[in-house]
């Protein structure tokens, strides 16, 4: 401590106005220290409170959270979890099931596709090796399925029907037709 004049003493041996002096300078340099620090660091003061207040309220949430899980109630509420799933894991093995259904059935209807289809290949070779067209066995097996889901309507309706050009026609003579030849028009657009 500063050295202190003796003749400043009261009846208990202190210190009066020395001291009172060195309190009130002390105060004020303090007092301008903090105005300094407050007007250059501010705002950083402010924002280091809020996120000081914020960690208070959310470690306070935690923790209530964390009492409350052990209640009664949160236990009711892991068994209706628990059914919850157990409904859920049988919805899902049903529809699977479902899901397994169909694929067999699409299967099966693959293979019976795929041996339809090794059957007429057969039945093409087997016709291409006695000499026939095997373009018509396949023709013949289209129109017998046709015929079958049919009435034979449409076969005779063909027959019936007028020709479209007389047995005498002859398209390289030059008549028995209403159309002859004419030349193309002239200018640019005549091709090539």
Request: hydrophobic residues 30%; glycine residues 10%; aromatic residues 6%.
């Amino acid at each position: 401590m500063d050295e202190v004049e003796i003749t400043d003493v009261d009846e208990n041996g202190d210190l009066l106005e020395v001291e009172e002096e060195k309190q009130h300078d002390l105060l004020s340099s303090f007092s301008l220290m903090a105005g300094e620090l407050l007007s250059a660091y501010g705002c950083y003061l402010l924002l280091a409170l809020a996120a000081g207040y914020a960690l208070l309220l959310y470690l306070g949430k935690r923790r209530t959270g964390s009492e409350r899980g052990a209640s009664p109630a949160a236990l009711q509420d892991a068994e209706a979890v628990v059914r919850r799933q157990e409904a859920m894991e049988a919805s899902r093995r049903k529809m699977q099931q479902e899901q397994d259904d169909k694929a067999a059935i699409f299967r099966e209807k693959q293979k019976q596709q795929e041996e339809e289809k090794r059957r007429q290949k057969i039945e093409e070779w087997d016709s291409m090796q006695l000499g026939k067209s095997f373009k018509g066995a396949s023709r013949r097996l289209q129109s017998s399925d046709e015929d079958a889901g049919t009435s034979g309507g449409p076969g005779r309706a063909k027959s019936d029907k007028k020709p479209l050009r007389t047995s005498g026609y002859a398209p390289l003579s030059g008549d028995g037709g209403s159309c002859s030849w004419r030349p193309g028009r002239r200018g640019p657009s005549s091709g090539g």
